[in-house]
């Protein structure tokens, strides 16, 4: 007997009402991202492993996806080595090539790889599929979309104020109001760790506090601990866990504890222009808050850096983030080039509007009609008015065979197609057709003429 069919961990199938509600989320994103000027590309899935490794931190790598070598994948490793059992040493000759962990590092090698053919500042955008080898949970998935855009070529900060108001734009089209969109400076943490003298452990220091909405304070005070940073430096950071207030009252309080780091005052001078800027704009729905233990632990961030959370009254991970990165081309060789980004995590956002019931009834109808089907002939006269009505823009189908009307209806109904269109002997005899609204239940005779002016309205 066959097994039952399944899937791997962390991986979904999606049907087609699921489709329709990612597919009405992706395109209010992609439209977004073409209104502020953002020009899509599409590198391909995998990438060469020493495009990734070393991109992302320890913990990073550890979770991206290698694909083993064809054929003979252990051809080139020796013995002693498949007895040692080193898997860091294994890897590089049975694994030449990785699936993507982000959108980012691959639009780095792109830029670097195509520069003679790009204009700078360059405004990309990506809606592709990443891959991490993550413990599956609530909306923490193996296989899931990323939606980015980036800008490089630039250190304008007027980049910054764009991305945010770029993320209120979509938040506010999709109905998601009270998002909050957390903001923060890599060279205040730079600044922080060098205060509290613990500067060689910025890595281990940034890593620690991003974890401070899953562990909370003392499991961060813990694993800074374990990663050597001094119960002394502890006792000095201290007050980033208590920081309230407004921004403009947050910013004064960094002043005072930053005063001594030059790098430091410089991640304020940053954030008071961003977000004076972005006050004087306005924002339609979203929400700006500055949180000083917001790290995003990815080595290559150097500036801003964000992370939005959806409405409070959901209790979800966060749905979007990304940030500044000063020299990212700078690992393929390119110096000198600064760029901005942010991403829109698909799936999440997908999780809050369903919770939130935001999904606009009409996402999932897909079919505007279903002409029933009578018969041979009476097949032929539907489908000679159903060419015409595709070609005018109407999505309207036949049901392929002539069975009894209820069974037709009753697909209908399942498809949630507003409409039947009887095209009977009768109808077919004087040249009409016969439209039923099959949730009022009212029916009306009319023309084609007049059934294209219908579904056309």
Known sequence: ???????????????????????YIINCIKTNFERFGYQPIEPPSFENSETLMGKYGEEGDRLIFKILNSGDYLDKVSPDELQNLNSKSLTSKISEKALRYDLTVPFARYVVQHQNEIEFPFKRYQIQPVWRADRPQKGRFREFYQCDADVVGSTSLWQEVELIQLYDAVFNELGLDGVTIKINNRKILSGIASVIGASDKLIDFTVALDKLDKIGEDGVKKEMLEKGISTEALEKVQPLFAFSGTIDQKLEQLSLLLKDSEEGQKGISELRFICDNVSKLGLQSAILDLDVTLARG?????????????????????????GRYDDLTG????????????????????????????FPKEVAATTKALFLNYGE????????????????????????????????????????????????????????????????GEQIVMDFKELEHFFLA
């Open 331 to 358: 690992i393929f060789g390119l110096k000198n080039m600064s760029g901005v980004g942010i991403s829109f995590g698909l799936d999440r956002i997908y999780l809050v509007i369903e919770e939130l019931h935001l």
């Open 1 to 23: 007997m066959a097994s039952k069919p399944s899937i791997p961990k962390g991986t979904r199938d999606f049907s087609p009402s699921e489709v329709a509600k990612r597919q």
């Open 298 to 322: 990815l080595n290559y961030y150097t500036g801003a850096i964000f992370e939005v959370a959806p409405p409070p009254s959901v209790a979800m991970g966060s749905i979007g983030g990304g």
């Open 377 to 440: 002939k009476e097949a032929l006269y539907a489908l000679e008015a159903i060419n015409k009505l595709r070609k005018s823009g109407v999505a309207v189908e036949l049901y392929p065979d002539a069975v009894k009307i209820g069974k037709q209806l009753q697909y209908a109904d399942k498809r949630m197609i507003p409409f039947a269109v009887i095209a009977g002997e009768t109808e077919m005899n004087s040249g009409q057709f016969a439209v039923k609204n099959l949730s009022s």
